[in-house]
């Protein structure tokens, strides 16, 4: 279990759910607009400024490699080192067992 500063409203669930926005913009191919779209998403089922959620997944694409230097924090990149191989399928059906 990872460690999340207390009142940031962070988790491993959100995590996860950055995660599955980077898998499905990344089978995608990186479509313009998409990821302001699944931001707000994850901003409205968790509370989390969509900003904050916006910049996790763009740690996540670091983390993978796709872009330069990641300032990713360690649970970020706990939660790459886990599910990272998943595919979007996978990680929804990681998704669905937690939020049941």
């Known amino acids: ?57 763009g740690n996540y694409k670091s983390v993978a490699g796709v872009t330069g230097k990641s300032n990713a924090s360690k649970n970020t990149k706990f939660i790459y080192g886990k599910y990272g191989h998943l595919s979007s399928d996978e990680i929804w059906g990681l998704l669905k067992v937690e939020i049941d």
Request: charged share 30%; net charge positive.
């Open 1 to 57: 279990m990872s460690k999340y500063r207390s009142g940031s409203g962070w988790s491993d669930l959100n995590e996860l759910r950055c995660l599955l926005a980077y898998k499905q913009l990344e089978e995608a191919g990186f479509p313009r607009n998409k990821l302001s779209e699944l931001a707000r998403d994850i901003a409205l089922i968790s509370g989390l400024d969509a900003g904050s959620v916006k910049a996790k997944i």
